[in-house]
């Protein structure tokens, strides 16, 4: 994954590091996820209440895989998926994850946290693009989401 450009603090920001590395390696390497997530999980050193986020937030993502990438399929709808960049994929995949199957991190949130993510590891326009994508999942599931 590439370097980060910043790197705000927050314990759940940097477990959502934490799943971002790992999404990235797990479908670069396609390696068991456990594997990859706990070996990843333990090179950084993340403490017991954020590894415990980022366990649930990165298997939200692994179990849900086929229906968040169907969902951003249909959001971007004029963009090829296979056109996505990796960083971004992996940080649609995410924020996707949390905003639909963690129901404890508000909708918001979690889209800002996905752009915080595409501000630190992806290109300028992956900001836009990411929320663009999310926001527009959002509004689609805004009565089945916990409120702001």
Known sequence: MPPAKKTP?????????????????????EKDPREVFFGICQKENLAANPAAFAERLFFAAVNNADEIDRRIRRAA????????????????????????FLRETPPRTA??????????????????????????????????????
Do not use: C, M
Request: glycine share 6%.
């Open 9 to 29: 603090g927050g314990k759940r920001h940097r477990a959502r590091t934490v799943v971002l590395s790992s999404l990235y390696a797990y479908y670069t390497t």
């Open 77 to 100: 709808a004029n963009w090829s998926f296979e056109r996505i960049a990796f960083v971004d994929k992996n940080i649609l995949r995410l924020g996707l994850a949390e905003l639909l």
């Open 111 to 148: 889209i800002n946290e996905a752009i915080e993510l595409a501000r630190e590891y992806s290109e300028d326009n992956s900001t836009k693009f990411v929320n663009g994508i999310l926001d527009a999942i959002y509004h689609q599931e805004k009565g089945k989401l916990i409120p702001d």
